[in-house]
């Protein structure tokens, strides 16, 4: 019998030396950010009072393909990267499906999800410019515990604002952030302008991504020498997201096969832009036919049933205006354990791209996602997080359609973080406490009027 490989490795030499820059060969390139008081696009030096300034430079760089990654930070991923692509042969078996799917594993970085690739880069870049203190949002916590990590790395001070429905379900999360030493407050907090305002007009605001940002941009406003970073949805952090689907390039070629379908769970967009722009760029520049599938909560759908339109990536609006899929920065979400999908806009180069037809969205509930997350654990022995059932779920969906017709087709997914951490959201699926919540049209546009035209 033909010896089969389960994990394909790749050696620390081959960890790359570049993030790829997917703005530079998009034909559409995405809107510019606006400054929401003159209406006018914004430039780097613009955004310098909130991010370091090397990280401005790379958010608006539309013209170089590639970004050399730093040394000093690619040592820190040598703790951890390459990181394993595995075929999933249990979970191909248990469908009993044709489809070969592969999945790339980003939980086995320290923290437990891909949010070190683009923490460690943010903190270097702070570290770099002089800086002394970050600070950032969380949701589930898995972002929290990356940059609070990647701080302390480079010798940073951090303090974390985590969504406070998060910071009750999961403390593990808010223990692991206070063990590297962050400062962790559940958001909204009364430290804040952003935090008091909402807990006034609402006293039991279970929070969001968004008033959690609004609270963290204010206080690095407020902070000498302190600056804010952001886990997700900005083209910068996406951009160092992209050593996933470079890693994974040259692995699918190791198992001598290349994605049919491309699959990551999406919050604002950054592991699934980091595992599938590398790919993306064959089929700009060759004509490759791969689908890109972002798989986002059915509660929170921003890409399936939300409006492309510039509007605020926080609460408070102190953010520009971004061109972007979104449900309204006032969107409330539910109280979903897959926190860190809790967002109600997505980033702006998904947002371009999903309107250029260049990949595709779908939606996955609660409940369907956890079934996946449990399959895939008693399958493959791994306990996904919340956000990755998603991802699961939509690869699970991708090879059941091969068993009908017997397509062998290559599905590649994200498995962005273990769920380990999660384990009470766990527990109230398997003893039926989850629930599904569905959205109707007129909440969603309810929500849109609102904030009318920005
Ligand atoms: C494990 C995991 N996967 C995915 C996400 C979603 O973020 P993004 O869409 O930027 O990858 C998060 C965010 O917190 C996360 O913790």
Redesign the pocket.
Known sequence: MKEKTKRYMLPENEIPRYWYNIQADMVNKPLPPLNPATKQPLKPEDMYPIFAEELCRQELNQTDAWIEIPEEVREMYKYYRCTPLVRAYGLEKALGTPAHIYFKN??VSPV????LNSALAQAYYCKKEGVTNVTTE??????GAALSYAAKVFGLESAVYQVKISYEQKPYRRSIMQTFGAQVTPSPSMSTRAGKDILTAHPNYQGSLGTAISEAIELARMTPNCKYTL???LSH??LH?TVIGLEAEKQMELAGEYPDVVI???????????ISFPFMRHNILEGKKTRFVAAEPASCPKLTRGKFQYDFGDEAGYTPLLPMFTLGHNFAPANIH????R?HGA?VIVSQLLKDKMMEAVDINQLESFEAGCFFARTEGIIP????CHAIAAAINEAKQCIETGEERVILFNL??HGLIDMASYDKYLSGDLQNYTLSDADIQKNLDEIGNL
């Open positions: 980003e939980s437990g999800s891909h949010k969380t949701g589930a916590g898995q972002w886990g997700s949805v952090v996406t997201q990551g769970c999406f919050g604002g967009g950054s592991n699934f832009g980091g897959a926190g860190g999908l967002y980033g997080a919340p956000e990755s962005s973080g």
